[in-house]
């Protein structure tokens, strides 16, 4: 599904029209990915992962890497939620996949002392824009899969990639892909699959990430250079 709303550059804010589900603050966010420019293909039916690069956002009062996500509101479908999320933070605007949905975590924020569940969907990337949003307070980073694995700070988002990685690998072999389990994605509908599914639970970490201080272009050069300075998560 492509954006087709017009984008505001000013970011929303507050959490008047925040959605909870069971006191869980609901977040939707995306894997941003584009083809290498190696590879000039226009579809991703028989593409390898490594054909591709994943977009990672720097965070605004952290030194952490992630993939955009933010509040899913009640005055917007889930889909328009991510798409609007990943362009506020990233920048980018593109075709979020909703029948290549990736699923729902529930994790605690360290920060906020809260408990949330994340939806995530894949979103091919077809405008970087120059300006965006959050431009002043974030940085972008594309990386290769094997890359954005490594420097993702959130093991549920690391999942997520996982997740999208073993779809690519299922749709080579001409497995049918997974749809996702929302009826046009609606609030009511997505609570009670939630609700009723094994979703994963994780608590966030806390920061001591060292590769995370350096520059986007060090951290380029040190993930190819020196793969030991990332640390492993425990």
């Not at 990672?56 to 479908?77: C, H, N, R, V, Y």
């Not at 094994?198 to 020196?226: G, H």
């Amino acid at each position: 599904m492509a954006m087709t709303k017009t984008l505001s550059m000013i970011s929303r804010t507050g959490r008047d029209l925040q959605r909870y589900n069971d006191g869980c603050r609901q977040v939707v966010g995306c894997i941003p990915y584009r083809y290498r420019k190696t590879n000039q293909s226009s579809t991703v039916q028989g593409t390898q992962i490594d054909d591709l690069e994943f977009l990672l956002i720097s965070s605004q009062k952290s030194p952490k890497w992630m993939f955009p996500k933010g509040g899913w509101e009640t005055d917007e479908a889930l889909e328009d939620a991510a798409l609007r999320e990943t362009f506020e933070e990233s920048g980018v605007v593109g075709d979020v996949e909703v029948q290549e949905y990736l699923g729902t975590w529930s994790f605690k924020s360290k920060s906020q002392g809260t408990f949330h569940q994340g939806h995530m969907f894949p979103l091919l990337v077809t405008e970087e824009l120059e300006d965006w949003p959050e431009k002043t307070v974030r940085k972008r980073l594309w990386l290769k899969f094997s890359e954005a694995r490594e420097v993702c700070w959130h093991s549920w988002m690391k999942e997520a990639l996982d997740v999208f990685a073993s779809k690519l690998t299922k749709r080579n072999k001409d497995d049918e892909p997974q749809t996702c389990p929302f009826d046009e994605l609606s609030y009511e509908q997505t609570v009670a699959t939630v609700s009723n599914s094994n979703t994963m639970f994780y608590e966030e970490p806390i920061i001591s990430f060292e590769a995370n201080d350096l520059t986007c272009e060090e951290l380029r050069i040190s993930l190819v250079a020196k793969p030991s300075l990332v640390k492993k998560q425990p």
